[in-house]
């Protein structure tokens, strides 16, 4: 019986499989068939390896649904297979790619880690060698028998996040990502030390995955002096069936008549308006001020402490589900990968 443990490794693009042509300067996809030539140390786990990659690759500012749903395809085809996944994946759209990977991929008991880079792997300074080698390794982490990290997360310099708690906040520093409300699930240091009581335990039930994501949805961002056209432009937008509002502070906006009307008028006609903050850490508490709670009164619902990228997929995912109302928002308000604490 073969004990090793199985990893596969799914290349999507990003700048992490990037290596610099020696002549030009360009940088070009490396050959993920020579996957271990160009990270060496890998061979020296004693883990089963096999990657996959993209054909074409994708700059993860192309990201659709239509490629989660490609991704969750890969890992229920080698769900049995395999002990964990790693995805290689830019940085750029990757706490977007792990939220909704989070909702699709219902009962995961394995780890499906995202990491990339922001140098390529080519490059003497590369930060990606380290991401790489340590998400490889938490992959295949166990405890008695079990996946030590069941869940969707991105490694990153260091840090091992709960997948959709995270945002990129640095588009320089080798620490890209911050996970604000939500602590980390590991540390790499001389150890890699996991923060048990902070990752979830799978419910023994059959995993599978869900496909349907319905992007029928719009982000507002509110800010000071914004026009009512802009406001009610959106809201009326055809088809819309969800809005993901960007509010202020503790889930607050402004009391205009015109724009809790414009508010009022969508959720009347059946869009679900979910409001959660931009800030990066804290709760909407609609219940704290006046202009929360004329929002509650019209039927806005609460996203807590979600992320913006959380909220969105999660809101594709709960729609692609084609729950009544009712049930959309209780489900939106409630916890379902660990993605707020309500
Ligand atoms: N633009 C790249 C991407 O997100 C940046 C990166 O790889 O980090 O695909």
Request: proline share 4%.
């Amino acid at each position: 019986m073969n004990t090793k443990p199985s990893i596969l490794v799914i290349y999507t693009g990003g700048t992490i499989g990037m290596v610099e042509d020696s002549s030009t300067g360009a940088l070009n996809p490396f050959d993920f068939e020579h996957l271990t030539d160009q990270v060496p140390e890998i061979r020296k786990f004693n883990y089963a390896i096999d990657s996959i990659s993209f054909d074409p690759i994708i700059d993860s500012s192309n990201m659709e649904p239509a490629v989660w749903v490609r991704l969750a395809g890969l890992i229920e085809q080698h769900y049995e297979r395999y002990d964990g996944f790693v995805i290689l994946h830019g940085s750029d759209t990757m706490a977007y790619t792990a939220s909704a990977l989070s909702f699709m991929l219902e009962n995961l008991s394995k780890p499906v880690i995202l990491t990339g880079s922001q140098l390529p792997l080519g490059m003497i300074r590369t930060d990606g060698k380290e991401n790489f080698i340590t998400a490889i390794e938490i992959a295949a982490a166990q405890k008695n028998g079990r996946a030590m990290v069941p869940e969707v997360c991105i490694y990153f310099e260091y840090q091992l996040y709960r997948g959709n708690r995270t945002h990129k906040y640095n588009a320089e520093h080798f620490e890209a990502f911050r996970s604000v409300n939500y602590p980390v699930l590991a540390q790499a240091g001389v150890q890699i030390k996991y923060n048990e009581g902070a990752i979830h335990q799978p419910y023994d039930q059959e995993f599978r995955i869900f496909t349907r994501m319905d992007n029928s949805i719009a982000i507002l961002k509110l800010f000071p002096g914004m026009h009512p056209e802009v406001v009610r432009s959106i809201l009326k937008i055809g088809g819309l069936k969800g809005v993901v509002m960007e509010s202020f502070g503790s889930g607050n906006a402004p009391t205009a008549g015109w724009f809790l009307d414009a508010l009022k008028e969508a959720i009347d006609s059946g869009i679900l308006v979910c409001n959660v903050t931009q800030c990066r850490g804290g709760s909407v508490d609609m219940k704290k001020y006046e202009t929360g709670i004329g929002m509650e009164r019209i039927g806005v619902v609460s996203g807590y402490d979600m992320t913006t990228e959380a909220a969105v997929t999660k809101l594709m995912y709960l729609l692609g589900n084609g729950y009544p109302m009712d049930r959309l928002k209780k489900y939106f308000q409630t916890p379902l990968r660990g993605e707020m604490t309500a």
